[in-house]
T-cell receptor, first 114, second 116 residues
Framework: DSGVTQTPKHLITATGQRVTLRCSPRSGDLSVYWYQQSLDQGLQFLIQYYNGEERAKGNILERFSAQQFPDLHSELNLSSLELGDSALYFC?????????????FGDGTRLSIL | AQSVAQPEDQVNVAEGNPLTVKCTYSVSGNPYLFWYVQYPNRGLQFLLKYITGDNLVKGSYGFEAEFNKSQTSFHLKKPSALVSDSALYFCAVRDFYGGATNKLIFGTGTLLAVQP
């Protein structure tokens, strides 16, 4: 058990809808990272937050947004969903924004768009 | 831009035999390299990292990796494979996004299949 909790585990919805994925980092971790894993794109970094502030952005669509709350949990919001958004979405956390620290991953949220 | 390549989609090995999963990297500056393993329907688990120091890095579950600067490689190895090692393995490199982040760039993954 990595200590990173993601909910829900599975999400099935329709095109055009909006969903929110939730992540609770390991106790004491200040950095939260979101990744998308799909068959065609592989594992892609989306966005990082550190202690409530956005730190880095990757290949994140404008329809997607995220935030990190004062209690350090994070939410990833996906809107105007398209079939191509079907993927596994992972959250990871690390102790701080430090290059030497490994990231610890949750088990992911599997999003299926019908 | 930082990148890693995993040239093999799948590696097959018999139980008890040594295994190697290959990774090459392309970075500007010093590389910060990681190996992760993913079991079905699970998240990625950290195995080991190379930051600096000894070229042979030891990690979890008996895995080790050899850093080779001249060949820009970071191959994952294990002396004796177990059936339970069968999983998807990812090599990753830290991306120097203005030096202010720890975000990772992942390879495409290598499926390791260990036959009994």
């Amino acid at each position: 058990d990595s200590g990173v909790t993601q909910t829900p585990k599975h999400l099935i919805t329709a095109t055009g809808q909006r969903v929110t994925l939730r992540c609770s980092p390991r106790s004491g971790d200040l950095s939260v990272y979101w990744y998308q894993q799909s068959l065609d794109q592989g594992l892609q970094f989306l966005i990082q937050y550190y202690n409530g502030e956005e730190r880095a952005k990757g290949n994140i669509l404008e329809r997607f947004s995220a935030q990190q709350f004062p209690d350090l949990h994070s939410e990833l919001n996906l809107s105007s969903l398209e079939l191509g958004d079907s993927a596994l979405y992972f959250c990871a956390s690390s102790v701080e924004d430090n290059r030497n620290q490994p990231q610890h991953f949750g088990d992911g949220t599997r999003l299926s768009i019908l | 831009a930082q990148s890693v390549a995993q040239p093999e989609d799948q590696v097959n090995v018999a139980e008890g035999n040594p295994l190697t999963v290959k990774c090459t990297y392309s970075v500007s500056g010093n590389p910060y390299l990681f190996w992760y393993v993913q079991y079905p329907n699970r998240g990625l688990q950290f195995l080991l990292k190379y930051i600096t120091g000894d070229n042979l890095v030891k990690g979890s579950y008996g895995f080790e990796a050899e850093f080779n600067k001249s060949q820009t490689s970071f191959h994952l190895k294990k002396p004796s494979a177990l059936v339970s090692d069968s999983a998807l393995y990812f090599c990753a490199v830290r991306d120097f996004y203005g030096g202010a982040t720890n975000k990772l760039i992942f390879g495409t993954g290598t499926l390791l299949a260990v036959q009994p």
